[in-house]
């Protein structure tokens, strides 16, 4: 709501809203870059034309720092809600999409587009209240970027403008104090990093098998048959898709090799792919998944395994 944001940050809001054309938010998005907007209207963030990512940012939860500088802090808990409880599975979801586009931002130099929007109601009922709706949305013609990413403290913060500035230990803590993290005592248990290959691997297969299904497709659990790949993606109506080897990667097992059966069917069969799960079983999962010519890519992948 507005009386949540900044005087500053709503100034220029309303600066922004009262000189452009009148659009609805999907139209905003649309605008720039995003054909599949009308289908995608509660997406945190999206892909749009030329490979730039668009993402939204709740005025409520942008702080100014020294000299200006907006910021705003990113919880890396996809878990849990910035006002506390747990994430359904659809929100948890949307939170891992949102942060996988954020951290391809950070991991090719990049920056990003920004839509800042305000809220109907109070920020903290945004994920709970069903009446919640977009208040304002406008493009932001400054460009983001992922200044600083710490799984280990499960933040990040994003920065409007120039590289080079981060907000002081000062002012980070501030915007804690404003919301925007869910409170230590949410975020997930540390056990997922002392998880065994077993249990990290089974938890690689649980958030692929969600992940897919999340969009209507079936992930069949082929692992049992060690042929080559784990699951096999199909459409509704039986096609098959992709052949995933699934591999899970976390901060104390890092690494993961090819078993036999799948460095050949990585060479013979043209639907087979890797996937990687970063952080699996963590609150900070996301994925990302390569061709049989990108392996070399992924990060912990041993080509002598």
Known sequence: MDKEVDPQVLAVIDEKRLSGPRLTPVEIVAKMGVFDARDKPYEYAWMATGDNVIAT???????????????????????????????????????????????????????????????????????????????????????????SWEPDQLLAVLVRGPRGWLPTEAEVQAAKARGGVPAPAEAAPAAAQAASPEQLQAAALDYVKRHFGGYGYKAEDVSAQQIGFDLEVSNAKGVTLLKVAVKGTASGLPGFKLTGEERTASARDPLWRLLVVTDAGGPAAQHKIYKPSEMSQAPGFDPLG
């Open 57 to 147: 940012i709740w005025a409520e939860y942008v702080s100014v720092g020294a000299g200006g500088r907006w910021f705003y802090l990113e919880s890396l808990d996809t878990q849990h809600r910035a006002s506390g409880g747990a994430r359904t599975a659809n929100q948890v979801q949307r939170a891992k999409d949102r942060l996988a586009l954020l951290k391809r931002t950070l991991d090719a130099g990049q920056g990003f587009r920004a839509v800042v929007q305000t809220n109907r109601v109070p920020i903290a009922e945004l994920e709970t209240n069903k009446s919640a709706k977009v208040s304002t949305r406008v493009r932001d013609d400054d460009e983001w970027h992922v200044a």
